[in-house]
């Protein structure tokens, strides 16, 4: 019961606290744009990633413990953080020779 | 063709490590074969039943919706896996007295297989469904491209596959009086791996907070993506950078359900 009331506790502070820094990531051609983002440390931060291509794509980062399918012209939202200095290598799984790029996080 | 390999591979791996596990676990129960089977089945058909309206789940709760669907499904998961050592725990002693004379003796476990089917296709289900996704990328490449690409799916499966035959068979060599001591710890470690990856997509959702992150970093001793952190990865959950809240997770289910079943055990022997 108690972690009931927690977890709705915090589900309800997402939307309601939703002051965290945005930052967009297109996919184009299986390429990331801007292919290095910088983000502020030590705040957590929304990552909107567009996937413009006509293919959906995996949004993959074992630095950053991150994983989400980005549908075919479709966005995702992904929080990350908050994040030491430092980079922070990502790729398109489904296309890792092109969909490559870094989260600069200072 | 290389890169489509793996990627099938490391989604087609975890649910062949926990077909082989399961099949070493339910060893003396009645046409487990064909209950495994079913599961799987089951599994494959929901995954491209999710891949088709995976679009729509992914917009739902403000674009949170492909954590909250696999946080339930991971969720479902770990309860049929504790429910099935629960169960074993109180029954092992038996299962375990009839497998040894030989092969025909078997007993009838209808709440553990429910259980392992369930787990089985759920596990089927969402490693499946990011394939499937994965695969109608392929379909739409260019002719040649599509080919080697499906190709490559294929020996990805293939390996995933030998994966977890190669683990069942290592398993049967285990003697029956001790295989479902080792098939309950691994299955235990399945459960707990589960429930780190629930508390990962929530954080990633931003329902749960991440707390620490990471806790540690071993990503130089043995990253990720090496081939013992993969196989790790699948059998024990390792991550090599996990946040807090993931690991707190995995120890609370490791710990309670490993309760759970020494509760079951004594109740059983008393």
Redesign the interface.
């Known amino acids: 019961m108690a972690m009931k009331v927690v ?1 709705l506790m ?2 309800l502070s ?2 309601v606290l939703a002051a965290e820094p945005e930052f967009a990531i297109q996919l184009h051609e299986h390429r990331f744009t801007p292919s290095e983002v910088k983000v502020p440390a030590g705040v ?1 931060v ?1 990552l909107v990633i567009d996937n413009q291509d ?5 949004f993959d980062s ?2 950053l ?5 980005v ?1 075919a012209n ?6 990350i ?2 994040l030491k200095p430092g980079r922070y290598e990502f790729i398109g ?2 296309n ?2 092109t969909a490559n790029g870094a989260v600069l996080a200072e | 063709m290389f ?1 489509a390999a793996l ?1 099938v591979f490391r989604e087609s791996l975890e649910a062949a490590l926990v077909i082989g596990i399961v099949a070493a676990a339910t060893r003396p129960i009645a046409r487990r074969a064909r209950w495994i089977a079913l599961g799987a089945a089951a599994g494959v058909a929901g995954a491209v039943g999710v891949a088709a309206v ?2 729509s789940i ?1 917009m739902m709760a ?3 919706g ?2 909250l669907f696999t946080a339930t499904v991971l969720a479902l998961a770990v309860a049929m896996l504790a429910w099935h050592n629960i169960w074993m725990a109180s029954h092992g002693r038996e299962m375990a007295a009839r497998a040894r004379d030989v092969g025909r003796a078997v007993v009838r476990g209808d709440a553990a297989l429910t259980a392992i089917v369930t787990a089985i296709a759920l596990t089927v289900l969402r490693e499946g469904s ?1 394939t499937v ?2 695969l ?2 392929i379909a ?2 260019p002719g040649t491209t599509r080919a080697a690409l499906g190709i490559g799916s294929l020996l990805g499966l293939a390996a995933g596959g030998a994966a977890g035959w190669l683990l069942y068979a290592g398993l049967l060599r285990v003697p029956v009086s001790r295989l479902f001591v080792v098939t309950g710890w691994l299955i235990l470690l399945l459960a707990a791996g589960m429930a780190g990856q629930f508390a ?1 997509v929530l ?8 707390l620490a ?2 806790l540690w970093d071993t ?1 130089s001793l043995m ?3 090496s081939a013992l952190g993969t196989l790790l990865h699948a059998l024990l959950g390792y ?5 807090a809240t993931q690991v707190l997770f995995y120890f609370a289910a490791l710990v309670s359900i490993f309760i759970a079943m020494r509760r079951a055990q004594s109740h059983a022997a008393a």
């Open positions: 977890l915090l589900s997402g939307p957590k929304k006509a293919t959906p794509e995996e074992f630095a413990n991150r994983e989400k399918i549908f479709s966005k995702a939202i992904v929080f953080g908050p799984e489904f890792r020779q | 890169g990627i995976a679009q992914s403000g674009g949170a492909q954590e990011e996704l994965f109608i990328g739409s490449s990962r954080i990633q959702a931003d329902v749960l907070p991440a992150s990471p990503s990253p990720d993506d991550q090599a950078q996990p946040s």
